[in-house]
């Protein structure tokens, strides 16, 4: 699993409609301003929810490979805990930082409330290129960061899970490191493990098809038989292949996927078992035989009536919200939209359903990963997925009732639902002393 950069852009006031990063701290402060305008939420809790808990700087050394003794720097930022223990990736990447942290720290606070699991946010990272690791450097780098991190974290405190530059793999060495430690085998202490050691079955295919229900929950709600609904995936990776097929097997007509290099389309409707997903041969959508072949720009601006943006970050921005002729954007990828672009679909009556909702399936097995861990059983694949069906649907219609009642955006509407549950939860607990 991993859960891209977040980043949004600002609109600049220039004729040139470029857009000025906005970080992922921003974001997260922006989305909490405007949930908390539509609530009547205490402001010292608002106050209280700008600011991480916690953030914890951990020097992380390693001896390379040649004998060379390095040392890397490890974050762990801890949003908020009034809801359960902090929960949230763990990234190895160079653009980790402290302030990157915290601010995606914020945004898993918002996704697990908006999904009313009991968790509150948490992120975290080493900055360091994983590909400048070798196998070896990565297990000691990552059972050392386990390590300097074990006081803060635990399974009733802290639950890391994978996210960029990590995997499943990380996470077997990073639960075996800290359970060595605390002399008892503590599977609980980090989701999105193998299943042989504790994983969940349906772990690594949950986004995607978090975002297939999502967006045939979406396609039903504005009238559309799903049978007749085209759809468009940018990205044909985890969270885009999974969500594609799924969509497919369901009977809706995917037209056009797409991967880093270029979008294939059929408007007749793609077999989308036949292409190759980014994990079964990496960027080889554009191998595939179809009739015609797009840019991964034009992708976007297909007369499709699902768009699923699936790929990276930020690219519905200012300078293309206006092409876009979907009628309903469900955000794969974690901050494909960017806040100007974001307020131009608004205008011209473009939905779009947030990546908080929509991409939350992974987090949302990973607490199911976390209650077989502490429960010591195992689940079936189809109960997995009928959990995750059924908290789907739970909080799809928590959040659609608030865009009905209060006639607001299926962004703001998220937001709203997670922080009248995050503020109940902090006015109920009380602010001690
Ligand atoms: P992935 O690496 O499995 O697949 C990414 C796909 O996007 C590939 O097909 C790649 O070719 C394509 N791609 C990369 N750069 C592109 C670009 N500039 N334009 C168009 N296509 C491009 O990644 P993933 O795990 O599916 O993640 C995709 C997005 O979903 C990211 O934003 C990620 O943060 C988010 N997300 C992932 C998970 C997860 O568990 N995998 C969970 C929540 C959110």
């Known amino acids: 699993m991993s859960s891209g950069t977040v980043e949004n ?18 974001t997260a402060r922006r989305q909490l301003e ?22 914890h700087r951990v020097a992380v ?60 946010g948490g ?47 990380t996470m077997a060495w990073f639960m075996d490191a800290y359970s060595m430690q605390e002399g008892e085998t503590i599977p609980g202490v980090v989701t999105g493990k193998p299943p042989v050691v504790g994983g969940s079955e349906g772990r690594d295919e949950a986004p995607g098809r978090s975002v297939a229900i999502i967006a045939r929950e979406a396609a039903d709600y504005y009238d559309y038989d799903l049978e007749e609904t085209t759809v ?36 007749d409707g793609l077999d989308t078992h036949s292409v190759p997903s980014h994990e079964e041969e990496p960027e080889a959508v554009m191998t595939h035989d179809v009739p015609q072949k797009l840019s991964n720009e034009k992708i976007l601006e297909l007369d499709v009536d699902v768009l699923v943006p699936a790929a990276v970050g930020n690219v519905i921005t200012a300078d ?33 359903v947030p990546d908080i909702l929509a991409n939350a399936g ?3 097995v990973s607490y199911f990963e976390w209650l077989q861990d502490i429960n010591r059983r ?22 659609r009732a608030e865009v009905e009642a209060r006639d607001v955006s299926w962004r703001d509407a998220a937001y709203i639902v997670a922080l009248s549950r995050i503020a109940e939860a902090k006015s109920t607990r009380g602010l001690w002393p």
Not at 34 to 54: C, F, M, Q
Not at 157 to 165: E, F, N, S, T
Not at 237 to 260: E, M, P, Q, Y
């Open 123 to 169: 992120k975290g990272g080493v900055v360091v290129d994983p590909k400048s690791l070798s196998s070896d450097e990565k297990e000691k780098l990552t059972r050392r960061f386990a390590e300097e991190l074990r006081p803060f974290i635990g399974p009733k405190k802290d639950i890391p899970a994978p996210d960029m530059g990590t995997d499943a793999q």
């Open 320 to 352: 293309n919200a206006a092409d876009v002729e979907a009628d309903v954007v469900v955000e794969g990828a974690n901050g494909p939209t960017t806040f100007a672009a974001d307020s131009i679909l608004q205008e011209r009556g473009v939905q779009v």
């Open 34 to 55: 405007h949930a908390a305008a539509h609530l009547d939420v205490d402001s010292g809790v608002i106050e209280r929810l700008k600011h991480p808990t916690k953030v």
């Open 378 to 399: 195992q689940w079936s694949l189809e109960r997995v997925n009928d959990e995750l069906e059924s908290h789907m649907l739970s909080a799809w219609n928590d959040v």
């Open 362 to 364: 992974g987090v949302t």
């Open 232 to 267: 468009a995936v940018q990205g044909f990776g985890s969270v885009g292949a999974n969500a594609a097929r799924l969509l497919d097997d369901w009977g809706a007509n995917v037209v056009a996927v797409s991967d880093v290099n270029g979008a294939i389309y059929d408007p």
């Open 9 to 26: 852009t600002e609109p600049k006031e220039s004729d040139e409609k470029t857009e000025e990063p906005e970080s992922a701290l921003e």
């Open 61 to 120: 050394p390693l001896e390379r490979d040649d004998g060379e003794v390095e040392v890397f720097t490890g974050y762990r930022a801890q949003h908020d805990d009034v809801r359960g223990p902090y929960k949230g990736g763990l990234r190895f990447h160079p653009h980790v930082s402290e302030e990157e942290c915290v601010g995606l720290s914020m945004w898993m606070t918002w996704k697990c409330a908006v999904m009313d699991l009991p968790f509150g």
